[in-house]
């Protein structure tokens, strides 16, 4: 069965940069033809992708947060990470990280709340 | 840019009804391309249909999707008292490559 599993600091300053990591079981990233991603979602709000990152290190991001997006894959350690520069409190969230089956995404980790505060 | 408009923004209904809910698309969207969510709260949002009208792996036949070009429909042809919680529609192809609607919320009434 595959899991998806986030990790990160609880919490990020201002001006500072937010930094996750995806660590995936039951599947091998560098063998698959998926894309691996990021959503997040605001506290009581909708959902917004940030980006998508294949085994090769291909990206596509929102070009919405394509300035201060950094995506890289591990394929050693079966990760994905992400990098989200000059944060402000706008980018406090739920961060998830999915396995993305184009046009859809399948698989979710269970997400990884990031208040984003001094 | 696609936008998603979802309608009605919240829906109150009780076990036993019919639910429809709507997406609308600002452009044209190729129905490979349309899917929907549903989310319960704390929980991550769970794949229910892709492809406009397939169900995902698991999902009871009481779901089913329509639709095409702009307007598409989530049908709930009897809801379940598990059924109460966000849907998402979510459309993949056109920049910004994905993006969501904002929601419709289904209540219990």
């Known amino acids: 069965q595959l899991q998806l599993q986030e990790s990160g600091p609880g919490l990020v300053k201002p001006s500072e940069t937010l930094s996750l990591t995806c660590s995936v079981t039951g599947d091998s990233i560098g063998s698959s033809t998926y894309y691996w991603g990021w959503i997040r979602q605001p506290p009581g709000k909708g959902l917004e992708w940030i980006g998508s990152?294949?085994?090769?290190?291909?990206?596509y991001y929102n070009p919405s947060l394509k300035s201060r997006v950094i995506m890289a894959v591990e394929t050693a350690k079966n990760q994905f990470a992400l990098k989200l520069s000059s944060v402000t409190a706008a980018d406090s969230a739920v961060y998830y990280c999915?396995?993305?089956?184009?046009?859809?995404?399948?698989?979710w980790g269970q997400g990884t709340l990031v208040p984003v505060s001094s | 840019e696609i936008v998603l408009t979802q309608s009605p923004g919240t829906l109150s209904l009780s076990p036993g009804e019919r639910a429809t809910l709507s997406c609308r698309a600002s452009?044209?969207?190729?129905?490979?391309?349309l899917v929907w969510y549903q989310q319960k709260p704390g929980q991550a949002p769970r794949l229910l249909i892709y492809?406009?009208?397939s169900r995902a792996t698991g999902v009871p036949d009481r779901f089913s999707g329509s639709g095409s070009g702009t307007d598409f429909t989530l049908t709930i042809s009897r809801l379940e008292p598990e059924d109460f919680a966000v849907y998402y529609c979510q459309q993949y192809g056109s920049s910004p490559r994905i993006t969501f609607g904002p929601g419709t919320k289904l209540d219990i009434k």
């Open positions: 999915v396995r993305e089956g184009a046009p859809f995404f399948d698989y």
């Open positions: 492809g406009a009208s």
């Open positions: 990152i294949n085994y090769r290190g291909s990206t």
């Open positions: 452009h044209g969207v190729s129905s490979n391309s």
